[in-house]
């Protein structure tokens, strides 16, 4: 006869696992050790979170919070403090429940109160901590184009160091130490500071404006300039040399030509106001936690925001050229992702992406009876190269051609002449490219999603520095073969593709984006649902 078998509700479940675990610490003893009310309730508390109770396992069942002695004062009040100042890292302060903490702390009456505050204060922290290391929200669950794994630190660990270390001391290590994180959030408090004293004031009624023009609607785009900082005071009521200079160096902190022509396009940036800009720097330092990492003493750093591509040495900006990105249209957008550049390939082929293959190629090859796009070569399973004459093209659609398209080798090939690789499940890299006219555009989002650089061998020569006396000598050598190469890189180099809206340069200097692909949007969205809020600060 078969046995029922008795089943219990999950949450006793968790408490009965709880109980026995911390029984079982104690029965290893020689003298098994007394279970007070206060051991047990963090067991239970902590129960239902493996890394909480593996710290309080190991601690056995002490508390590092709500203990009578110093230290644990000074825990508490050092996370408190910190807790009340995370607004200053747009972090949402709300959530972590600070007046209900206290309250708590205040009316507690027994030691099986104790124990859940105790485990309350430690998930708490552990919150605090990862929001602010790593950010509060998990990229990919905002837009698919988010590919960054973000790196989470072990919870049990930090706690351990915690408990072990000055706490206030702790948490101010807790935030990203890269210098843009820091200068992000000295940007973010003067436009709150901007924005509590009323702002950059009236915005330019006017469509667009040119340098000899005069009049009210002038004064008010030199008023509007001034007061964000681009010019310093004057009375003067035309469109002069000054004003013409304070328009130039707005449209390059905005990515925009500078022309000193107030067109519509900068015009609209111009008007845009502190709460159109400070969403782009709350994404800005979210998107830093989320890349929360060594980033390579020397590495590659593309913003696609910005279209360009650089090589940063030592947080300096050695080599910086234009750089064309994915289209903005889905499957064509450009990936965010970190990766190690391996090699070059020099005089690269170009195996033509199924779905490019299919949807814009194989149409015109049907039609043409195989003549189109003589470029290409017709690739087997096997590797081989087939004869068009062979086919009978009549017989394929896009579900059933089995052939690959490749571009060997040329001075027309789509990758150019130097792709650069850093092998990824993008499949996304860097590559030269003959269409050389999209570089002067300013917005440049053109490609299939891979990035194409403007100085592909300025580029290639930068990389080869390290391990060649003679870099260009070196690349050329190879070039001149014609013959589809590999050099390898000796010293492998990370690389960063990120999409910054918002950033500032090494001496401080606030840039801003457009938001080509909606992903800060997005991100924004996110936040505000997480409880992080615009602030305006009153001095």
């Known amino acids: 006869m078969m046995v029922p078998v008795l089943r219990m509700r999950p949450g006793i479940q968790l408490l009965a696992m709880a109980a026995a675990m911390m029984l079982s610490l104690f029965d290893a003893t020689p003298a098994r050790a007394q279970v007070t009310p206060f051991m047990q309730a963090v067991a239970e508390a902590a129960a239902g979170d493996p890394d909480i109770a593996a710290f309080y396992k ?12 110093s230290r644990d004062r000074a825990r508490r009040a050092a996370l408190l403090k910190a807790l009340k100042r995370a607004g200053d890292h747009a972090l949402p302060v709300a959530s972590y429940n600070i007046d209900l903490l206290q309250a708590n702390l205040r009316r507690v009456k027994s030691e099986r109160e104790l124990g859940r505050i105790e485990v309350e204060l430690s998930r708490t922290l552990l919150k605090y901590a990862r929001d602010l290391q790593t950010g509060i929200l998990t990229p990919r669950k905002i837009d698919r184009g988010i590919t960054r794994q973000v790196p989470l630190r072990d919870r049990t660990k930090l706690l351990t160091t915690f408990a072990n270390s000055n706490p206030a001391a702790f948490l101010r290590g807790l935030p990203p130490r890269a210098p843009e994180y820091a200068r992000l959030l000295k940007a973010k408090l003067l436009l709150e500071k ?26 008010a785009l030199r008023n509007r300039l001034i007061s964000m900082g681009y010019m310093r005071r004057s009375a003067s009521k035309s469109y002069d040399a000054a004003l013409q200079k304070a328009v130039q160096l707005f449209q390059y902190d905005n990515g925009l030509t500078t022309d000193g022509v107030a067109g519509p396009g900068t015009m609209t940036e111009i008007n845009k106001q502190i709460e159109e800009r400070l969403p782009n720097i709350l994404v800005a330092i979210e998107r830093e936690r989320w890349m929360n990492i060594p980033r390579g003493k020397r590495h590659v750093w593309v913003n696609l925001t910005d279209f360009t591509a650089a090589i940063v040495d030592n947080d300096e900006v050695t080599f910086r050229t234009r750089s064309v990105i994915g ?37 015109r090859m049907i039609a043409a009876g195989g003549a189109a796009a003589g470029h290409l070569q017709l ?85 080869l520095r390290p391990q060649s006396a003679d870099p260009k000598g070196l690349f050329h050598r190879v070039l001149n073969t014609g013959q589809n190469t590999q050099l390898p890189l000796e010293t492998q180099i990370p690389v960063h593709l990120v999409y910054r809206t918002a950033f500032t340069s090494p001496k401080g200097r606030l840039n801003f984006r457009r938001d080509i692909y909606g992903r800060d949007a997005k991100i924004f969205n996110a936040l505000l649902r997480a409880g992080v809020v615009l602030r305006a600060v009153r001095s």
């Open 379 to 463: 690739i087997d399973s096997r590797g081989r190269v087939v004869s068009r004459g062979a086919i009978d093209w009549s017989r394929y659609t896009p579900g059933n051609f089995p052939f690959n398209l490749r571009q060997p080798p040329s001075r027309g090939n789509a990758l150019g002449l130097v792709k650069f690789m850093f092998p990824n499940p993008n499949n996304v890299y860097l590559h030269d490219t003959p269409s050389k006219s999209l570089f002067s555009r300013e917005v440049r989002a053109f490609s299939h999603g891979c990035i194409r650089v403007k100085d592909p061998f300025d580029f290639a020569y930068e990389l």
């Open 327 to 363: 289209k903005n249209i889905p499957d064509q957008r450009s990936p965010e992702f970190s990766d190690v550049m391996e090699y070059m390939e020099i005089n690269p082929n170009w195996n033509v992406p199924h779905s490019i293959a299919v949807n814009e190629y194989l149409p």
């Open 194 to 219: 901007k924005l509590g004293k009323g702002g950059w004031g009236p915005t330019v009624p006017a469509r667009a404006l040119k340098p000899g023009q005069a009049g009210p609607v002038v004064v």
């Open 58 to 69: 190991a601690n056995r069942y002490k508390p590092i919070w709500i203990g009578k002695d």
